[in-house]
């Protein structure tokens, strides 16, 4: 049985054209991907992600500051 929330974002959903109820599963699609993603890791992955963070920093595959800047500037 759906809730109140459920029956009113229902509601706005089906005010919306096809292109704007396409573009708002993508967004949902996309939010719950990310939030699978970013669940709880052990302390053992979150050390090895640092670990392997700095191992690309070492080989010098970073960005600068300037370089980030000039990057947003060409958008």
Partial sequence: MATILE???LSYFM???DADKSSIVK???TFIAN???????T????NA????AELEFQKG???THNQFLKD????
Avoid at 35 to 41: D, T
Avoid at 49 to 52: K, L, M
Avoid at 72 to 75: D, F, L, R, Y
Wanted: proline content about 0%.
């Fill in 61 to 63: 595959h970073h960005n």
């Fill in 7 to 9: 029956n009113e974002m």
């Fill in 43 to 46: 302390i053992e992955q979150y």
């Fill in 72 to 75: 947003i500037n060409k958008w």
């Fill in 27 to 29: 967004l949902l699609k």
């Fill in 49 to 52: 992600e640092i670990d392997d």
């Fill in 35 to 41: 939030k699978q993603e970013n669940a709880m890791i």
């Fill in 15 to 17: 005010q919306l054209n």
